[in-house]
C-alpha cells in the first residue's frame, strides 16, 4: 500500500492500489492505477506495455501516473489492443491447461503437437479401412461438427471449474450422455428435425467427452495414494470393459423381449435410465474427496468455528452439495450460502472512491498478508496480491469466510476476523492436515485479476 501523500492529507486517507492482469502470477501487465485522497479518486487505465511508456526522467511521484498519461497519445493503441489481446487470452485459454506453459513439463507441448497431427489425419480417414477423401456424407460431418465446437466452448467456460466441482461435474457428464442417447433415439421419430436432434445429441455427448474426461482424472489422482494413477486409470478400463460387454448381452436378451412393443421399449429405455442416473449420483456421493473447494472449506471452517474441530473428509462428503441443479434453484431465490459471499480475484478497477476509504482505513488489519478485504453490501470481495502464492490465495479466502460471518459492526469486524486469523488459523491448518486434508492450494476458478500495492506509513512509492 502506497503510504505517501500530498500535505495536508491523512496518511490513511491516501491509498494507491495498481490492477494487473494475467492468466498466471509469472505473466502479468498492469493494467490500471487508482489514487484515492480523502477527496477525490483518481483513476488512469492503459493498455501499452511499459516498452511504449515514454517516462522523463524529472517525471515527480508517482511516476506511473505519467506514463499513462504519456501512453494515451501513442500511436492510437489504446484499449482496443488489449481488449483483443484478453479476448486472444480467454480462446487460448479453451486449448492449454491453467497457467501454461508454466504448469506443465516441457515435453507437453510436443507431444500434444503430434498428437493433434495424429487427429487430424484420423478425421482425414488415415486408418480407417472404409475411409475416403471425402469422408462421411454432410449429416454426419454436420453432427461430428457440432459435437468438437460443443466440446470447445464448454472448455472455454468450464474448463477451470471442473477440477473445482468434480464430483457434480461427474454427474452431470453422465446426465448429458443419457440425454444425448434419448436424442439419437427420438431423432427417427421426426424426419423433419433428424438434422437438429443428432446435432443436439452430439452437442450433449461432447460436454460428456470433456466433462466426464477432466472428472476421471481428478478422480484417479483422488484414489492414487500410492502415486499409482495410471495403474488405476488401466485397471478402470478393464473394469469398464467387462461391464460394457455384460450390458451388451443384456441389452441384447432385453432388445429379443420387448421386440415388436414400442411402449415396452420405452419403458425399459426409460426405467433403466433412471436407475442409471440413481446410480451416478450414489457413486458421487460416496466421494470423500480431500482437496479443498470453495464448498467445503466453508463447511469446514463453519464446524472448526463452533467445535474447534474439523470434520472427516466422509462426513463433509454428506454435506456437500452436488446436484446442479440446486445452484440455480438458489440463484432464483436469492439465497447464498458462506462461501458464495466471497468474490476472489476482485478487480482493483472495480473500486469506487468510497471502497478506497475503507481499505485506507482497514488496511492496517492486512500487513504482511499478500492480500486486502473488502467488505461490502453483504459480501467480501478478495484483492490478490500479483505476488501471492497458492497458500496465501488459501488464507485469503479463509480469512474472506471469517469475515463474511462477523456478527460485528463495521468498524470492529476487521479487526476481529484478523484476531481470529492470527489466533486460529495455523490450528485449523494443521487439524485439516491430520485429517488427511490437501492444504496446498485451494481449488478455485482461475485468478485472472491480481492487485500491487505496499503496506505501512513511511513507503515512498510503488515497487
Known amino acids: ?34 489514487t484515492a485522497s480523502a477527496s477525490s479518486l483518481t483513476a488512469h487505465r492503459w493498455p501499452l506495455p511499459p516498452s511504449l511508456c515514454f517516462v522523463p526522467s524529472f517525471a515527480p511521484f508517482p511516476s506511473h501516473l505519467t506514463c499513462a498519461r504519456a501512453c494515451v497519445a501513442r500511436l492510437g493503441y489504446r484499449r482496443f489492443g488489449s481488449r483483443w489481446g484478453r479476448i486472444g487470452s480467454r480462446m487460448l485459454a479453451a486449448f492449454v491447461p491453467e497457467g501454461f506453459p508454466g504448469s506443465v513439463t516441457p515435453d507437453y507441448v510436443p507431444f500434444q503437437m503430434w498428437d493433434t497431427l495424429q487427429a487430424l489425419l484420423g478425421a482425414i480417414g488415415v486408418g480407417e479401412q472404409s475411409a475416403t477423401v471425402i469422408g462421411a456424407t454432410f449429416q454426419w460431418f454436420l453432427r461430428d461438427l457440432t459435437g468438437m465446437l460443443g466440446g470447445i466452448l464448454f472448455t472455454f467456460y468450464q474448463g477451470s471449474n471442473l477440477d473445482i466441482n468434480a464430483k457434480m461435474w461427474r454427474l452431470v457428464a453422465d446426465f448429458m450422455n443419457d440425454l444425448g442417447m ?3 433415439l427420438l431423432s427417427p ?28 482424472a481428478a478422480l484417479t489422482q483422488h484414489f492414487a495414494l500410492a502415486k499409482n494413477a495410471a495403474d488405476i486409470s488401466a485397471k478402470e478400463g478393464s473394469q469398464e470393459t467387462l461391464a460394457t460387454m455384460l450390458g ?67 462426513k463433509v ?45 482497514t488496511r492496517s488489519h492486512y500487513e504482511n498478508t499478500n492480500y ?31 469475515l463474511a460471518s462477523s456478527t460485528q459492526t463495521s468498524k470492529s ?38 492487485a500491487h500495492w505496499l503496506h505501512g506509513q513511511h513507503d515512498e512509492k510503488l515497487k
Open 182 to 184: 434419448l436424442m439419437d
Open 1 to 34: 500500500m502506497d503510504a505517501s501523500h500530498p500535505e495536508g492529507e491523512a496518511a490513511a486517507g491516501w491509498v494507491t492500489i495498481e490492477e494487473w492482469s494475467g492468466s498466471s502470477a509469472s505473466a502479468l501487465s498492469r493494467t490500471a492505477v487508482l
Open 413 to 450: 469486524q476487521h479487526l476481529e476476523a484478523r484476531r481470529w486469523m492470527d489466533e486460529m488459523y495455523t490450528n485449523f491448518i494443521s487439524k485439516l492436515q491430520s485429517e488427511g486434508y490437501s492444504t496446498e492450494r485451494l481449488l478455485s476458478h482461475s485468478i485472472l485479476w491480481r
Open 372 to 402: 486486502l478485504l473488502l467488505d461490502k453490501q453483504g459480501s467480501v470481495y478478495v484483492f490478490i496480491h500479483k505476488q501471492a502464492t497458492p497458500a496465501d490465495v488459501l488464507r485469503s479466502f479463509v480469512h474472506g469466510l471469517v
Open 248 to 314: 451388451m448381452g443384456l441389452g441384447m436378451l432385453l432388445a429379443h423381449i420387448t421386440r415388436g412393443h414400442a411402449l415396452s421399449v420405452w419403458t425399459s429405455f426409460l426405467s433403466l435410465t433412471v436407475f442409471h442416473m440413481y446410480a451416478n449420483y450414489k457413486a458421487v456421493q460416496s466421494l470423500s474427496l480431500t482437496t479443498l473447494n470453495y464448498e467445503r472449506a466453508s463447511i469446514l471452517l463453519q464446524y472448526f468455528k463452533e467445535c474447534g474441530e474439523v470434520l472427516a473428509p466422509q
Open 189 to 216: 421419430l421426426f424426419p423433419s428435425s433428424l438434422i437438429v436432434i443428432m446435432c443436439l445429441g452430439s452437442l450433449s455427448r461432447s460436454f460428456t467427452g470433456v466433462a466426464s474426461g477432466a472428472t476421471r
Open 317 to 361: 462428503s454428506q454435506l456437500e452439495h452436488i446436484l446442479p441443479f440446486w445452484s440455480t434453484w438458489r440463484k432464483l431465490n436469492k439465497i447464498k450460502l458462506p462461501h458464495e459471499r466471497v468474490h476472489l480475484g476482485a478487480k482493483a478497477s472495480m473500486l469506487t472512491h468510497s471502497d478506497m476509504l475503507v481499505i485506507a482505513k
